[in-house]
């Protein structure tokens, strides 16, 4: 069974992030507009995944973030992103460093400096690279080029906009694509695995 049976273009989710954000300016008490930057720790999760190692990787980009009440808050964000694993055998695993514009959309709930984060998020793949420089890449067409998940985890920000914090990125969308073979169609069920320790500074607007 598939998860998506329908088609959502990537241009499609940026609009749907630019009218949401939108909506919100018009509601937010404050808005912030800023960078983050930070580090990956990725691999592949799934039922059928094996032989994934862990993979250092990076990411940085923008966020827009917005109060709508004292505790609660909205942020959107449009980052590049290093994804993968380490491994060099198939195990099944992935075998490949991914690059990715991620766009999350994170409910954010505030106590003092403190807040937690949770939300959906859509990935677009740009570019492929084999862990293993002799071995000839398949390049983007074995995976899947969007793919969809959530974001959760928690951090500090204070009032001058510095922030700090710990993120879990999943993929609820299999990596690889499906493959039709003999009337069957075969699904190898991996998927993106990553968490993230980022610093940021987000510059504050309105009142």
Request: charged letters at 15%.
């Amino acid at each position: 069974m598939k998860l998506f049976t329908y088609p959502i273009s990537m241009k499609k989710c940026i609009v749907l992030v630019l009218l949401l954000v939108g909506s919100y300016a018009g509601l937010a008490q404050k808005m912030r507009v800023g960078l983050k930057l930070g580090g990956n720790v990725s691999d592949g999760v799934g039922a059928d995944a094996e032989e994934s190692l862990l993979r250092l990787g990076a990411h940085a980009g923008a966020a827009f973030q917005f109060n709508v009440t004292q505790h609660i808050g909205l942020q959107a964000e449009a980052q590049y992103s290093l994804k993968g694993d380490n491994s060099l055998e198939y195990g099944p695993s992935i075998m490949h460093q991914l690059a990715y514009l991620d766009i999350p959309v994170l409910a954010q709930y505030t106590l003092d400096d403190v807040y937690l984060e949770a939300g959906p998020r859509v990935s677009r793949l740009l570019s492929v690279r084999s862990n293993d420089d002799e071995v000839v890449s398949a390049g983007k067409g074995v995976f899947n080029t969007q793919t969809y998940g959530f974001s959760l985890g928690f951090g500090y920000q204070n009032e001058t906009g510095i922030q700090i914090g710990w993120r879990y990125n999943a993929d609820l969308t299999p990596l690889y694509r499906d493959i039709d073979f003999l009337d069957t169609t075969v699904r190898t069920n991996i998927r993106n695995s990553t968490m993230q320790f980022y610093l940021g500074y987000m510059l504050g607007f309105g009142r």
